[in-house]
């Protein structure tokens, strides 16, 4: 049997904060952020808002729209680099708060790649008949992270949450192939202490070949060509690194998800974000082939080509 996406939701914070927001805080502007990023705003938690807080948000929306209950999941797969605690893990909170009883529980840690780390590893055990409905969500509370005196990340961070529901689909839709990777020799351009530091020359260097290859690779192990491509949902990091693998796909801009204007770089949680705003939108459709992609600290990268639809 094949796994596809039964349901998504998706959580983002109320307070908007804009780069005009930003210029009165640290030595930048509007201009620069847009030209350099493509973002002009993102959205940023308060305090009492927790990573699980939005996860759980999320999940509750994506279980509602697969049209299941909360028991009927048997497992949960979080992908954050920002938990509440080193543990218990924020699955197991999810687990609890919306009442998923019967669910096994684990996070995972692969950065900006997570959530596609997260829907391959949902993927075997829907596909392997051990498990039918499996939840997966992308959470971040980056603003716990960044250094608000440092202009080359402060900018470009937001929080957020998005979720999807794994389940058997019919024949010839579904994810039709993957791939996942890590270079950890690059770990030193893109990594979180107390604070995110970035290496952002050379993080774009790498962000510009991996998202082209990645996406080309997944068409070819699932028998597609670029022009088979209905949307391409990459990682909301850059603008520049984005249209980089649009163009190695030959697709028009329409064919591009683009919401990193809206909410900036929320890391795992921006995939499964900018796909609930393209349902949401009504601009996916049953048998449209998308293929996501996302690169991270690790070095790591992901992607996934598949016929939408139940």
Same mark, same amino acid.
């Given at each position: ?9 998706r959580?983002t ?15 930048? /502007? ?40 909360p ?28 009442g ?8 995972? /840690? ?14 075997q ?30 900018v ?98 329409e ?14 949680? /921006? ?17 449209d ?22």
């Amino acid at each position: 049997m094949n796994a596809g996406i039964w349901g998504m939701g998706r959580y983002t914070p109320e307070n908007v904060v804009t780069n005009f927001d930003l210029e009165k805080k640290m030595d930048t /502007s509007d201009e620069w952020i847009r030209t350099r990023t493509g973002i002009e705003e993102r959205r940023i938690a308060d305090e009492n808002v927790s990573t699980s807080f939005m996860a759980i948000k999320a999940a509750e929306k994506a279980i509602q729209n697969a049209g299941i209950q909360p028991e009927e999941i048997d497992l949960i797969i979080t992908a954050t680099v920002t938990p509440d605690h080193s543990f218990p893990s924020v699955s197991c909170q999810i687990q609890h708060e919306i009442g998923a009883v019967k669910a096994a529980a684990m996070d995972i /840690s692969a950065a900006c790649a997570g959530f596609i780390y997260g829907i391959v590893t949902g993927k075997q055990f829907v596909e392997s008949g051990a498990y039918k409905h499996v939840l997966v969500i992308g959470a971040e509370k980056l603003s716990s992270m960044i250094d608000w005196n440092d202009r080359n990340t402060a900018v470009l961070f937001g929080d957020g949450a998005g979720a999807a529901v794994l389940g058997p689909v019919s024949e010839g839709r579904g994810i039709l192939s993957f791939e996942l990777g890590a270079d950890g020799r690059g770990g030193k351009h893109l990594y979180g202490d107390e604070f995110v530091h970035m290496n952002g020359r050379e993080v774009f260097k790498f962000a510009v070949r991996q998202m082209g290859e990645s996406s080309v690779s997944v068409l070819e192990k699932a028998g597609l060509t670029k022009e088979d491509v209905d949307f391409l949902m990459p990682h909301q990091a850059n603008i520049r690194i984005m249209e980089s693998a649009r163009e190695r796909l030959g697709l028009p801009p329409e064919k591009m998800s683009v919401t990193v204007n809206q909410f900036g770089n929320t890391s795992s949680a /921006s995939i499964p974000i900018t796909v609930v705003e393209e349902l949401e939108k009504g601009n996916v459709k049953d048998d449209d082939v998308v293929v996501m992609v996302g690169f991270g600290g690790g070095l790591t990268w992901g992607a996934i080509a598949m016929k939408w639809g139940r």
